[in-house]
């Protein structure tokens, strides 16, 4: 009878500690569900097949390859381009072949932008800000079907500026200047929400600094940011410090995305310029939002650091408002629908919170997350010497 009761009991306490290991293993899949849901995706993913084969192809580049100011790379089309004709029998005519080289370079000017928005190493994509000024298409040869002259590669060429480097070897060693750089970056701890901060106040030292007389040649890129210096300063714009923001949150496992769009600097019925700022996704203490995927806020360290308040647009919302200016009448995303303003501009962005980021005591989310476990072992731990008591007390009787 006694082993009988020691046996129940330590059933019943092991079925009740069961609850918080279920628990663990269900807050690890909701983690790795968060996890695996990016603030959207990256801009790669928004490409038609052909665009991301040419972006694919575009981060398959070696700065060693650089010749005469241009980088080249031969694309496979995975959906191949053709244009109907009247003869098949003759070859394609000139505007037959500007009908497929418009088409293709559509793809290749989307994979030029996805790369520089995706990725601050694009160095092919430093020299210019808009793709129109760098990228030119090459037809392949080309094979009949039906009535239809079809291609299926082509040659996508990206020129570079004499600013980056008249070499291979020239432009290699600057892409290796950045990440050294950052390699040696000290200031930048945290996690989560402190981490963002950190990453902010470091874009807002004194050696960080914008580029207001636009004399500094990599004002745009990191290589601006990280290592061309005056007098120990690194001057930029908007675009080197958006660059700069989203390599840093890359390095420190961070989403981030940035964004291209016009400012409106003094009013909201004109006074706009092109602007970059960022998109950054927050998790809490624990790593999660409570399973789901994490709030998506705005980060302008470009206004932060030039503005006397260093955090006034740091963790934004949409209706965050800074002197009578929500940020949504500030910062205007471009859209596909402004085509004519943003070299047909593909791109859509994820949902932004309308409200700024809170901040809460890490620990304390950390504390709350794990409570229901603490209570649960202790109802365990007092049940199971509950019915130890009994046992005793029925075998001294």
């Not at 970056?185 to 960080?208: E, F, K, P």
């Amino acid at each position: 009878m006694n082993n009988r009761r020691s046996i129940i009991a330590v059933i019943v306490v092991l079925t009740v500690l069961s609850a918080p290991l279920a628990a663990f293993f269900a807050a690890d899949d909701s983690a790795a569900a968060s996890a695996s849901n990016d603030i959207s995706t990256d801009y790669r993913e928004q490409l038609e097949a052909n665009g991301k084969a040419m972006y694919d192809a575009m981060e398959s580049l070696s700065a060693s390859d650089l010749k005469n100011y241009t980088l080249t790379v031969m694309v496979d089309l995975p959906c191949p381009v053709g244009v109907e004709t009247e003869d098949v029998s003759t070859a394609p005519s000139s505007d037959e072949q500007a009908t497929v080289t418009e088409i293709l370079t559509r793809y290749a000017d989307d994979a030029w932008q996805a790369t520089k928005l995706d990725d601050p190493y694009a160095f092919w994509t430093w020299s210019y800000d808009s793709a129109s000024d760098a990228v030119t298409v090459t037809l392949g040869d080309y094979s009949t079907v039906d009535s239809s002259y079809v291609y299926s590669d082509c040659t996508v060429s990206i020129r570079v500026s004499t600013a980056y480097g008249t070499t291979g070897d020239n432009l290699a060693a600057m892409v290796q200047a950045v990440h050294d750089a950052v390699g040696e970056i000290t200031t930048i701890d945290g996690s989560g929400w402190s981490l963002v901060q950190s990453i902010n106040s470091y874009l807002c030292s004194s050696t960080i600094a914008y580029d207001t007389d636009m004399t500094n040649n990599y004002r745009s890129s990191v290589y601006g940011a990280f290592v061309s210096e005056t007098d120990g300063v690194h001057y930029i714009v908007c675009e080197g410090f958006a660059m700069a923001f989203k390599l840093l949150c890359d390095q420190y496992g961070i989403n981030c995305k940035v964004v291209f769009g016009n400012a409106n600097l003094t009013s909201l019925d004109g006074g706009s310029q092109l602007h970059a700022w960022n998109l950054v996704e927050i998790a809490g203490g624990n790593g999660t939002c409570n399973g789901e995927p994490c709030d998506v806020y705005a980060v302008d360290t470009t206004w932060n650091n030039t503005a006397g308040d260093s955090t006034a647009y740091l963790g934004v919302g949409t209706a965050t408002e800074t002197d009578g200016i929500t940020f949504a009448q500030s910062h205007s995303p471009w859209y596909p629908y402004y085509a004519e303003v943003a070299d047909n501009y593909a791109f859509l962005l994820p949902d932004t919170s309308s409200t700024a980021y809170e901040d809460t005591d890490d620990s304390v989310s950390v504390f709350m997350a794990y409570m229901p476990w603490v209570i649960v072992v202790i109802i365990a731990l007092l049940l199971g010497g509950v019915l130890y008591s009994m046992g005793r007390k029925q075998q001294k009787t």
